[in-house]
């Protein structure tokens, strides 16, 4: 199954000579959704210098300058969200011009700087395309597999205490699950398929 890693929203602030760069990330999914994010950031930074900006989304990767020397501000930032190997993602970086000009080395350090540090700092979601499963379990068999573990397991997607335990499973592998469940069970609970659905979960990297 496609899985890909992207982000929460975060902000990050450095003050490099006089200047001051707030980068800010957040997840968009499309280039409408990229444009209001990017529209509200400039509402909110009305009086800055400088909004430049990086995205990658499902419809393709943009970058800007926004005025800075061409290939100062919109490539690194680019460069960043590439490195980190996030996608969904909108990284813009808003300068306050502090009346000391840092030249095409300087704008491009920090640019990177402000750029690399709202990723690393920003939590992240892991995303996957998995194979949904539903497995309903008489309450002895659910006691004594409960806490047992399945390679093939992406994560439990819903749990529901019923006249059986009803549950719901995310996996990578369909085969692999079944086949995990059977040996678990002893043949006792029966996996019934719903699908293919786009899963998330937290992760601490």
Not at 96 to 116: C, N, P, V
Not at 165 to 177: K, L, Q
Request: net charge neutral.
């Amino acid at each position: 199954m496609s899985a890909f890693v992207t982000v929460k929203n975060h902000t990050f602030e450095c003050e490099i000579n006089r200047s001051r760069f707030i980068g800010i990330c957040c997840r968009v999914r499309d280039d409408d959704a990229a444009t209001r994010a990017l529209t509200d950031i400039r509402k909110t930074y009305r009086d800055c210098t400088h909004v430049c900006y990086a995205y990658s989304t499902v419809d393709g990767a943009r970058s800007s300058d926004d005025g800075e020397p061409s290939g100062t501000a919109g490539v690194p930032i680019a460069e960043c969200i590439r490195s980190a190997g996030v996608k969904e993602v909108l990284v813009a970086v808003v300068r306050y011009f502090g009346g000391i000009k840092l030249g095409t080395g300087g704008l491009l350090r920090a640019y990177t700087a402000a750029a690399s540090g709202v990723i690393a700092g920003a939590a992240k979601t892991e995303v996957c395309d998995c194979d949904i499963y539903k497995v309903s379990y008489d309450y002895a068999v659910w006691k004594k597999i409960e806490k047992r573990s399945m390679q093939s397991l992406y994560k439990i997607a819903g749990l529901e205490y019923n006249k059986t335990v009803d549950a719901e499973y995310a996996v990578r592998s369909g085969p692999a699950f079944e086949s995990e469940l059977t040996a678990l069970t002893q043949g006792k609970a029966v996996a019934e398929y719903l699908g293919v659905r786009r899963v998330e979960r937290d992760m601490n990297i």
